[in-house]
């Protein structure tokens, strides 16, 4: 009986305990929920925190900055390389010619100027904008080409010249081949030079000497015939012995196949420039050329030849090679800006 009273007593007083734990029983303490409000509260500083350093960019704004870019890489803005270089329009009687140089400036030449006038050049928006004498035009780039926008019709392409030009060009030693001649009391000692590196040497009865080989060497023509070397400068249409100036062998023009194959049509006076400031070439059809510019009140003139190279015309003089292209009837000459002859006579 004892032991049961006992029993009962203990789980009264468990009861009790539980039931003053759950209640404000004893002493004043703050309820428990308030250290999961302070958890809380950090807690959503730091998300906010997190929030303001990691700020996901708008849909919206990426795709305009996408579209920027993609207008930027169309245009290409910062490539100037497709503009720059020379440009050419030809009207029925019109034409135009100009370059535009990476440092902004342009050189132009048309019908309406006698001779080139300098002017610049820029990027306007997705145009091309050339200034001459305070006079601007503008371009659009399209299919490789510069069309004016304001005059349908008038399209500037580059010259198939800048490559043809180069690729005419001729290789190291060429002015050294062909036949070259040295009179010998009543006949001549003909050498003739090839573009295979091979020299033959023909004596004065017309029979083969002897054959051997040719190369340039410190800026020489050596010259190697049964196993002997001889060394020979060029000065205009000659070659010299450099052990034996006596010894000179002239260009033999009139032996040159290139001479006979010379247009008639180019044949004659071309004039480039103004009255006081001009270039007259005269070409002869035996393949002479004489080049004329004003010097102070006085004229200097030049003596050379010429021949067709390729679609080009090639003039040489002591100065060395210019190259000419035939467009109808003008010859148009780029070594040194941009020149433009017609025929005078």
């Given at each position: 009986m004892k032991n049961n009273l006992g029993k009962i007593l203990l789980s009264v007083l468990a009861a009790a305990a539980v039931a003053c734990s759950m209640s404000a029983c004893g002493e004043d303490t703050e309820p428990a929920g308030n250290d999961i409000s302070d958890e809380s509260t950090v807690s959503s500083e730091i998300t906010e925190e997190s929030e303001e350093s990691?700020?996901?960019?708008?849909?919206?704004?990426?795709?305009?900055?996408?579209?920027t870019e993609s207008s930027a890489e169309d245009l290409n803005y910062g490539d100037i390389t497709k503009f720059v270089g020379e440009w050419d329009f030809r009207g029925e009687s019109e034409y135009v010619f100009m370059t535009l140089k990476e440092d902004g400036s342009v050189e132009y030449i048309s019908d309406e100027y006698d001779t080139v006038v300098a002017g610049t050049w820029a990027m306007e928006e997705d145009k091309v904008k050339v200034t001459v004498k305070g006079k601007d035009y503008t371009f659009s780039y399209i299919?490789?080409?510069?069309?004016d926008y304001y005059t349908p019709g008038h399209t500037f392409t580059k010259p198939k010249t800048e490559t043809s030009k180069q690729e005419s060009k001729?290789?190291?030693?060429?002015e050294y081949t062909g036949q070259w001649r040295r009179d010998v009391g009543s006949g001549y000692v003909l050498m003739t030079i090839?573009?295979?590196?091979?020299?033959q040497l023909t004596s004065p009865t017309g029979q083969t000497a002897s054959e051997g080989s040719w190369k340039i060497e410190k800026n020489k023509l050596k010259v190697t015939l049964d196993g002997e070397d001889s060394f020979y400068t060029l000065k205009s249409d000659t070659l010299t012995d450099t052990a034996n100036?006596?010894?000179?062998?002239?260009?033999?023009s009139d032996l040159v196949s290139e001479v006979s194959n010379l247009p008639s049509k180019y044949v004659g006076l071309w004039h480039a420039g103004s009255d006081s400031n001009y270039i007259n070439i005269t070409l002869e059809s035996d393949g002479t050329v004489t080049y004329v510019t004003p010097d102070g009140e006085e004229e200097k003139t030049e003596?050379?030849?010429?021949?067709?190279?390729?679609?080009?015309?090639?003039?040489?003089?002591?100065?060395?090679?210019?190259?000419?292209?035939?467009?109808?009837?003008?010859?148009?000459?780029?070594?040194?800006?941009?020149h433009v002859f017609f025929k005078r006579s």
């Amino acid at each position: 009986m004892k032991n049961n009273l006992g029993k009962i007593l203990l789980s009264v007083l468990a009861a009790a305990a539980v039931a003053c734990s759950m209640s404000a029983c004893g002493e004043d303490t703050e309820p428990a929920g308030n250290d999961i409000s302070d958890e809380s509260t950090v807690s959503s500083e730091i998300t906010e925190e997190s929030e303001e350093s990691f700020v996901v960019p708008k849909t919206e704004s990426t795709e305009e900055e996408s579209e920027t870019e993609s207008s930027a890489e169309d245009l290409n803005y910062g490539d100037i390389t497709k503009f720059v270089g020379e440009w050419d329009f030809r009207g029925e009687s019109e034409y135009v010619f100009m370059t535009l140089k990476e440092d902004g400036s342009v050189e132009y030449i048309s019908d309406e100027y006698d001779t080139v006038v300098a002017g610049t050049w820029a990027m306007e928006e997705d145009k091309v904008k050339v200034t001459v004498k305070g006079k601007d035009y503008t371009f659009s780039y399209i299919n490789n080409s510069l069309q004016d926008y304001y005059t349908p019709g008038h399209t500037f392409t580059k010259p198939k010249t800048e490559t043809s030009k180069q690729e005419s060009k001729p290789k190291v030693g060429m002015e050294y081949t062909g036949q070259w001649r040295r009179d010998v009391g009543s006949g001549y000692v003909l050498m003739t030079i090839t573009d295979d590196g091979k020299v033959q040497l023909t004596s004065p009865t017309g029979q083969t000497a002897s054959e051997g080989s040719w190369k340039i060497e410190k800026n020489k023509l050596k010259v190697t015939l049964d196993g002997e070397d001889s060394f020979y400068t060029l000065k205009s249409d000659t070659l010299t012995d450099t052990a034996n100036s006596a010894y000179v062998f002239f260009k033999s023009s009139d032996l040159v196949s290139e001479v006979s194959n010379l247009p008639s049509k180019y044949v004659g006076l071309w004039h480039a420039g103004s009255d006081s400031n001009y270039i007259n070439i005269t070409l002869e059809s035996d393949g002479t050329v004489t080049y004329v510019t004003p010097d102070g009140e006085e004229e200097k003139t030049e003596q050379g030849t010429w021949v067709m190279d390729g679609e080009n015309i090639k003039i040489t003089l002591e100065s060395g090679d210019s190259y000419y292209t035939a467009d109808n009837d003008m010859l148009i000459n780029r070594d040194n800006g941009i020149h433009v002859f017609f025929k005078r006579s």
